[in-house]
């Protein structure tokens, strides 16, 4: 599993912020997120902004990269893959 926080934009935005407010909310919190990763076993947590292209590219590459190594893994621990030799 990779965590991610889409629309990271909208922590900048006056306008959301004021309406979170007036309904006493916040933003989630780093440690929020950190408990989260912990709970759902994430391999990492990342942000994103898919309005300004901020950081989505790194997402897939952590993402592809976070399930070739999981194949690998599983891979390993079915041990050798027994194939026929051709003599
Ligand atoms: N501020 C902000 N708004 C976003 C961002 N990404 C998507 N939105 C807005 O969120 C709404 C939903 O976007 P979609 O791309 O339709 O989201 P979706 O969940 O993929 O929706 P479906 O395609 O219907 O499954 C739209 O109003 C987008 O403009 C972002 O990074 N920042």
Same mark, same amino acid.
Not at 83 to 87: F, Q, T
């Given at each position: 599993v990779?965590?991610v926080g889409?629309?990271t /934009?909208?922590?900048q /935005?006056?306008e @959301?912020?004021?309406?979170?407010? /007036?309904g006493r909310?916040e933003p @989630?919190s %780093?440690q *929020? @997120?950190?408990? &989260?990763a %912990? *709970?759902v076993?994430? @391999? #990492?947590? &990342?942000?994103? #902004?898919?309005?300004y *292209?901020d950081? +989505?590219?790194?997402?897939? +590459?952590?993402? =592809?990269?976070?399930a070739?190594s999981?194949?690998r893994r %599983? *891979?390993?621990?079915a041990?050798?893959r027994r194939? =026929?030799?051709?003599?």
């Open positions: 990779l965590l889409c629309k /934009d909208l922590r /935005d006056q @959301v912020l004021q309406r979170l407010k /007036d909310i @989630v %780093r *929020q @997120v950190g408990a &989260m %912990r *709970q076993r994430a @391999v #990492s947590y &990342m942000e994103c #902004s898919a309005r *292209q950081n +989505v590219g790194n997402i897939f +590459v952590t993402a =592809c990269n976070a070739i999981a194949a %599983r *891979q390993r621990k041990g050798p194939v =026929c030799a051709i003599l």
